[in-house]
């Protein structure tokens, strides 16, 4: 696939995997994505996508903090934080 080109921008990447999953989405559909951190390419490539019509809906909540589980791994916790930010759209 040409945007998976090694030639191609990471925001360019981001927008063509954005627009294939609207494009395998009927109308009315739900699309979940993850890693949607204000500022970054993915969620720039996902406003884009957004500002030119495809979702009749968006749902995104930001910066949430997690502690996950590392139980099978050794390190001075059994749990790793992290924050977490992901959008729900409903395809046009």
Same mark, same amino acid.
């Given at each position: 696939?040409?945007?998976?080109?090694?030639?191609?921008?990471?925001?360019?990447?981001?927008?063509?995997?954005?627009?294939?999953?609207?494009?395998?989405?009927?109308?009315?559909?739900?699309?979940? /994505?993850?890693?949607?951190?204000?500022?970054?390419?993915?969620?720039?490539?996902?406003? @884009?996508?957004?500002? !030119?019509?495809? #979702? %009749?809906?968006?749902?995104?909540?930001?910066?949430?903090? /997690?502690?996950?589980?590392?139980?099978?791994?050794?390190?001075?916790?059994?749990?790793? @934080?992290?924050?977490? !930010?992901?959008? #729900? %759209?409903?395809?046009?």
């Amino acid at each position: 696939m040409l945007c998976m080109s090694m030639h191609v921008n990471i925001h360019a990447q981001r927008l063509c995997v954005f627009l294939a999953a609207v494009n395998a989405t009927r109308s009315g559909g739900v699309l979940v /994505f993850d890693d949607m951190v204000s500022g970054s390419p993915t969620r720039r490539a996902f406003d @884009e996508v957004r500002a !030119s019509g495809a #979702f %009749a809906s968006v749902r995104c909540t930001e910066n949430v903090p /997690f502690k996950i589980s590392r139980l099978d791994r050794y390190d001075e916790t059994n749990v790793r @934080e992290q924050t977490m !930010s992901w959008c #729900f %759209a409903w395809v046009a």
